[in-house]
């Protein structure tokens, strides 16, 4: 059987989104409650006591996930759509505040 990309065959390769949905059938209602457009007491509280957390932006250049990491509390929900996160003196690439603007 002939070999593709990472010893994958070509017809086990995935390639849409509509095969894998028939391979992992329809979310768990549950999961799709979590999804949401504030940031919920349930969330608030556990963002109070979060000592790390991860910040995802994307720019020109592609994706970047930089790591941001303190005692609890150091996360403060403003609102319920707006968080601060302090930011600390790392590895001068400003990377996330470069895909922001």
Do not use: W
Not at 3 to 8: D, F, R
Not at 43 to 66: N, Q
């Amino acid at each position: 059987m002939k070999q593709s990309v990472a010893g994958v065959s070509p017809s086990h390769r995935v390639t849409s989104i509509e095969q894998l949905e028939f391979i992992y059938g329809d979310p768990a209602p549950t999961s799709l409650l979590k999804e949401i457009d504030h940031i919920s007491d349930h969330y608030r509280a556990f963002i109070d006591k979060a000592p790390f957390v991860t910040i995802a932006t994307c720019g020109p250049e592609g994706l970047d996930c930089s790591p941001r990491a303190d005692p609890p509390g150091f996360v403060r929900v403003v609102d319920d759509k707006t968080l601060m996160i302090p930011d600390r003196r790392g590895n001068n690439r400003i990377d996330s505040m470069r895909n922001s603007a």
